[in-house]
């Protein structure tokens, strides 16, 4: 089945604990991209990747790092949590860039961060 | 950046009235403009998409109207059921060398009354 793999679905944690929130997907999409969900705000973009070793900001990139040294992997990665990054956060990819592709989106990972 | 508001942040409807979403984009060269439906508890989908050089697309119920002039695409749902209830994002990209970008609405969220 075609899809996009979060891990882990729920975790609370302290503030400067490191953590990273893994995502997969079997597709063989160029495109990741990893957003958070916040009441009134909408889907925020974090970042994206285009291809292989190949990553970028997106509108709220502070705070986070990503990696993609493989096609099907794109980690997010906080290195110190604190509270303003409690969220809900999606992983999301696509065939090609967003600009003429459906997103597939992950099933979402809460996060809390005490 | 570019920035995409959403309106209304919340709609209450009776079942078989028609329903009405409205996004404004500031970039003017963005290109694709998609509309993603959430259920509760659920992760975003895609419903229906539209490009710039389409000024309308419609499938079944849903119908997506864009006015490259005045910057702003909305989505339109006749016929409303229960069913229809969920947030819906709009999103647009960021043309020219943003490409990766794909920056969404704030979210409406939609209640269909029996």
Redesign the interface.
Known sequence: EAQVTQNPRYLITVTGKKLTVTCSQNMNHE?M?W?RQDP??????IY???NVEVT?K??VPEGYKVSRKEKRNFPLILESPSPNQTSLY?CASSLA????N??T????SRLTVL | GENVEQHPSTLSVQEGDSAVIKCTYSDSASNYFPWYKQELGKRPQLIIDIRSNVGEKKDQRIAVTLNKTAKHFSLHITETQPEDSAVYFCATNAGGTSYGKLTFGQGTILTVHP
């Open positions: 495109y991209s957003y009134g705000l909408g889907l925020r973009q994206y990747s285009m970028d997106g509108d999606f860039g967003p600009g003429a459906v997103l989106f992950g099933a979402g």
